[in-house]
Structures are given as structure tokens and as C-alpha cells.
């Protein structure tokens, strides 16, 4: 692991910042990293406020978005909401149907098949529209490339409006509207929404042209959440203050759907984390192992029973993606051993039968043992399709973007794409792709990183600390949780490793002799020796609360430790 330390603010700015808001400069120093230089930029921080959102009209094409639904509204049109099978597609098509459907009763659902049509906006989804005489199609987390398609669905007559997010081509789709954040000429004032954000905002729109107040809107805020969570955009600006009441509904009144997948875990109150590990997961299994469309089912459904069952259903779907991620993640690990590319700046591997639905999850896998930019592909129909993954700093859309003329499609953004390609250019492609990171990566980008906030004395840690530090959350891309790192720390003599086959490292950490903390590495093991005979060490970590008994306590979650 590669340690870096961030640099440290401005001295003047964390003094000032600290007297005006009465902490400690290792607390205001964590706050201007994050861009809070003063009092009003920390009450927007720490008090999250629904009135922080910006007017929805301040997107590009929002009126025309608006006026086209209010249209289909009065004159009774079919409307048809379309989204990709992903967590961000299906929480989208959720909240857009049942917002919707407090409108109008033409309102109907379609959900593309990953393995039959693939991804985006498909001809077979606009060919099902105009059979079932549908007149508008709003697409949610994709169509932002979708020109043919939407030309094809014009000369049907059927209309689209375009909800996405991600990087626009040159050219844009000849629709009705296009709602996208990331347009050149759109001066919307956040750029990072997830399209189940996007999506919010134009139910945000339509919603002040029924004298809704944003109140009213609320009990969706756990679907756009969820979606930020598995999208993994920014947690800052509007997507925080959306995270941060979203988390509220789903600890407090989570719609039915989420409810159910709640029920199975035993835990109190959810984190962005938990929405991320434990809900997001299973609506993803929907699409990868089974049809998205279940995922929308589970996720608009009112009745609780019928939810349980429809999550009992998806569930086991879950346990099907976990089994075959794990069996296909050994088969490419051989795979990279087979042809002795071990050494190489890239992971691509390919094998026809892999499960299109979890090859995403595989590349991310593989990045776990080979710290490189990672592709993963499968046989779809007459082409390959595949999965990219990236590590940190490292542009994989661009890379790709420079691959071109070996790709059919592809879209994406800087750490995670999809892309097609014809099976004679695999090779060429793989080559290709191998020579482009080659010439543009920096090197030191192929060791994992560990960003360390600042330098910290255990003396420093208590419960006041703890409790601010927790009001950052929720945590997440731009305001990750605060990693520390402690210098001369020794273990008390009982450290050991825990867990199966010994992976885990389990110690009690002193500086002085006084403050004593206990100390959790995850698949830290083989770092015991550091440790023995109250050998000094440093550690990077974070800290958490552990209960245990019925006891509260702080513990440090380590990173990383060095001698």
C-alpha cells in the first residue's frame, strides 16, 4: 500500500474556522479539506437542508420535459418509463412510474433484458411501445447516445424525453427534451447527479406545477439514496443533501420494498454503507441473474406481504450472483496465470460462457489481486461484451475513448464503462487497450493508495471527536471518512490474528501507556510480526464505534500498518 499524506490546509483558515465554530483544529482541519473554509459553508455542511436543492428549471430542456408530460397527462397518452437493470436504472423507473402514477393511470414500466437486448434504450423496447400504442417514452439512466434509436421511435411517432447522466457524445438525441447535467451547454449548477437524481429533479419540476412543496416529495427519497449509494457519484452539494434525507426515510419509513430487505438484517439504524453492501446488491441481482423488472416490482409494490415475497424471490437470485461471481473470478484469475500476463499494466480477459450479469463484479475482483485498470468479457449475441473497472486516478472512458475504432459501443464514466465488440477484434482490441494505459497511467497509480486525512494522537480521540466526526456522513466520493495516521504506537502484548484461517489482525494500541484503543485489520494477518514484542508501529485507520454486551466503544478500523 502506498501511503499519502494530503496536504495540509491553509493554517489560517483552520484557526479561524475552529474559533468560529468552537472545535478543535484536528476537527476544522478536516473541514477545509473538504472546501468548508467558514461558518455558513459548516452550517450547510453539518445541517443538510432541503432548501439547498437547486430550482429544478435551471436544467437545460426541463420546460420542454415538463410541457410534454403535462401534455400526455391532459390528452390521456399511454407512458411508457424506460431504464437501464442497474440499481440506478430500476430505483429510477420506480420513482418516475409511481410519481407518475398519482397523475394518470397510462402509465406502464419496461425494463430492458440485459442478456436479450442489453444495455440502453433498445429497438425491441420502442418496437413494444408502439405495439401497445405507447405515444411518449421517458428514459431514465440512459439515451444520452441513443440517436438512432430516438429516430427510429420519431418516425413511429412515439416521443422521448431523455434522463441521464452520463457523458454525452457529439452528437445529442433528436428528443423532446434532454435532460442531462453533464450537456456542454447545460448550466445546471451540480454536475454529478445519478440519473435516479436526475429523474428527481423532474418530478421536483412537475411537482411545483401541482403546488407540491418539496414535503411532499420526501417518501422517494429513499429510491434516489439508494442510487447515489450504488452509483458511486459524489457525495457532496445536492447529492448529499438528497443522501442525507434519503437515509432518514429508509430508517424511518422505508417504502414496503426496502422494508422487507430490511427485516433480514439485523441492525438498527442504516448507513449510506449498509445501503450500499446490503439493499443495493440484492435489487442488482434482479437484473443481473434474473430480469430488472423484478427489482422495479419489489420496489414500487404497497402491499408488505407481497413485498416479502417478491424479496424472498430476489433474495435467492443474491445467492445465485454470489456463487457465480465467485466461480468466474477464479476461472479469469487462472486465465491471467495461463498466458503469463501476471506483469502486464492491464487485466482483459475473456471466456464465452461467463455470466454476462456479474462480469462487472468480477472486474472489480480482480482489481482485489492485480491493481490495474481490468476488463471482462463474455459472448452477447453475436459480439463481446464487457465490463471495465479502473483504480483510482486513472481514466478508463478515455482509455477506451482512444481504443475506438476496435469498439462497436461503448458508455461510461471515468471509473466504471460497458462496452461491445466484434469477436475478430478482441485481440487487436486487447493489445490496443494494453498499449494506450501503457503510454498514460503513472505508474505509481498501480499501487493501491491509502489518502490519509491528517496525523493524529490517540489523546486526541474521545467521544466528543467521535460524535463530530459522525456528523460528516453521509460518507462517500468527495467526502470520504476521515482516515488518520498514528506514529509510535505500540500493542498492549495481546495481539493476535482472528477470524478463518487466521486473516484478521486483533490488537490493543498505546502511545503513552495511558490511552488504550482496541485495533481491527481486516485481512491484515500477516502483518502480526510489525506488531510482536511491542515492536513500535504506525497504523492508518479509521475510527468506529464497536458494540460488544451491551457496551459502547471506540475502536480503530486499520488500514495499514508499517513498521
Known amino acids: 500500500m502506498r501511503w499519502t499524506l494530503k496536504p495540509k490546509p491553509n493554517p489560517e483558515t483552520v484557526s479561524a474556522l475552529a474559533e468560529s465554530l468552537q472545535v478543535d483544529n484536528s476537527i476544522s482541519s478536516l473541514l477545509?479539506?473538504?472546501?468548508?473554509?467558514?461558518?455558513e459553508d459548516a452550517k450547510t455542511f453539518f445541517r443538510p437542508n432541503l432548501n439547498h436543492l437547486h430550482d429544478p428549471y435551471?436544467?437545460?430542456?426541463?420546460?420542454?420535459?415538463?410541457?410534454r408530460i403535462q401534455q400526455a397527462i391532459q390528452n390521456n397518452e399511454n407512458i411508457l418509463v424506460f431504464g437501464d437493470y442497474d440499481v440506478d436504472g430500476t430505483t429510477s423507473v420506480a420513482l418516475m412510474s409511481s410519481y407518475l402514477k398519482t397523475k394518470t393511470p397510462q402509465v406502464a414500466t419496461y425494463i430492458p433484458d440485459r442478456y436479450d437486448e442489453g444495455y440502453g434504450v433498445s429497438y425491441k423496447g420502442i418496437?413494444?411501445?408502439?405495439?401497445?400504442d405507447f405515444s411518449l417514452i421517458i428514459a431514465l439512466d440512459c439515451g444520452i447516445k441513443a440517436i438512432d434509436k430516438v429516430a427510429y421511435a420519431k418516425d413511429k411517432s412515439i416521443d422521448f424525453i431523455i434522463c441521464d447522466h452520463h457523458r454525452p457524445g457529439a452528437k445529442i438525441p433528436n428528443a423532446a427534451a434532454v435532460l442531462d447535467p453533464k450537456q456542454d451547454?447545460?448550466?445546471?449548477?451540480?454536475?454529478?447527479?445519478?440519473?435516479?437524481?436526475?429523474?428527481?429533479?423532474?418530478?421536483?419540476?412537475?411537482?411545483?406545477?401541482?403546488?407540491?412543496?418539496i414535503d411532499d416529495l420526501i417518501p422517494y427519497l429513499d429510491l434516489v439514496a439508494t442510487a447515489i449509494g450504488a452509483d458511486i457519484v459524489p457525495i457532496t452539494g445536492e447529492n448529499r443533501v438528497l443522501a442525507y434525507f434519503g437515509l432518514q426515510v429508509v430508517n424511518q419509513n422505508p417504502r414496503a420494498g426496502f422494508k422487507a430487505i430490511i427485516n433480514q438484517i439485523k441492525k438498527d439504524t442504516l448507513t449510506i454503507t449498509d445501503v450500499v453492501f446490503v439493499i443495493a446488491p440484492r435489487i442488482n441481482a434482479a437484473g443481473r441473474m434474473k430480469h430488472g423488472q423484478y427489482a422495479v416490482d419489489l420496489l414500487t409494490e404497497t402491499d408488505l406481504q407481497t413485498a416479502v415475497k417478491y424479496a424472498e424471490e430476489i433474495e435467492e437470485f443474491n445467492t445465485d450472483r454470489r456463487e457465480?461471481?465467485?466461480?468466474?473470478?477464479?476461472?479469469?484469475?487462472?486465465q491471467i496465470q495461463?498466458?503469463?500476463?501476471?506483469?502486464?499494466?492491464?487485466?482483459?480477459?475473456?471466456?464465452?460462457?461467463?455470466?454476462?450479469?456479474?462480469?462487472?463484479i468480477v472486474a472489480s475482483r480482480l482489481i482485489e489481486t492485480y491493481y490495474r485498470p481490468t476488463l471482462v468479457f463474455t459472448k452477447s449475441g453475436d459480439k463481446l461484451a464487457a465490463s471495465a473497472r479502473s483504480v483510482s486516478g486513472f481514466d478508463v472512458y478515455n482509455a477506451l475513448e482512444a481504443c475506438a475504432e476496435h469498439i462497436e459501443q461503448f458508455g461510461g464514466h471515468k471509473y466504471a464503462a460497458g462496452l461491445t465488440l466484434k469477436e475478430e477484434n478482441y485481440e487487436a482490441f486487447k493489445q490496443a487497450f494494453e498499449d494506450e494505459v501503457s503510454k498514460t497511467i503513472d505508474k505509481n497509480l498501480l499501487t493501491p493508495e491509502i489518502k490519509i486525512d491528517t496525523t493524529l494522537q490517540l489523546s486526541d480521540i474521545n467521544n466528543k471527536f467521535w460524535r463530530i466526526i459522525n456528523q460528516f456522513s453521509p460518507f462517500g466520493p468527495g467526502n470520504m471518512t476521515p482516515i488518520f495516521m498514528t506514529e509510535n504506537l505500540k500493542d498492549t502484548g495481546y495481539g493476535k490474528c482472528v477470524g478463518q484461517d487466521d486473516k484478521h489482525l486483533r490488537f490493543t494500541a498505546t502511545q503513552t501507556g495511558q490511552e488504550k484503543f482496541v485495533g481491527i485489520g481486516f485481512n491484515l494477518g500477516e502483518k502480526l510480526e510489525l506488531i510482536k514484542d511491542k515492536k513500535p508501529f504506525k497504523a492508518t485507520y479509521s475510527i468506529d464505534e464497536n458494540e460488544w454486551n451491551g457496551k459502547v466503544s471506540l475502536q480503530l478500523k486499520i488500514r495499514d500498518i508499517k513498521a
Open 32 to 39: 477545509v479539506q473538504r472546501g468548508i473554509n467558514n461558518y
Open 324 to 334: 457465480t461471481d465467485k466461480r468466474i473470478t477464479i476461472e479469469a484469475l487462472e
Open 185 to 213: 451547454d447545460c448550466n445546471y449548477p451540480y454536475k454529478e447527479l445519478c440519473g435516479c437524481g436526475v429523474g428527481f429533479k423532474l418530478i421536483q419540476a412537475l411537482a411545483e406545477k401541482s403546488n407540491e412543496t
Open 127 to 132: 418496437d413494444f411501445a408502439n405495439d401497445n
Open 338 to 360: 495461463e498466458n503469463k500476463e501476471e506483469d502486464r499494466l492491464t487485466s482483459v480477459v475473456y471466456q464465452k460462457d461467463w455470466h454476462k450479469g456479474v462480469i462487472g
Open 58 to 67: 435551471l436544467m437545460k430542456d426541463m420546460d420542454k420535459a415538463v410541457a
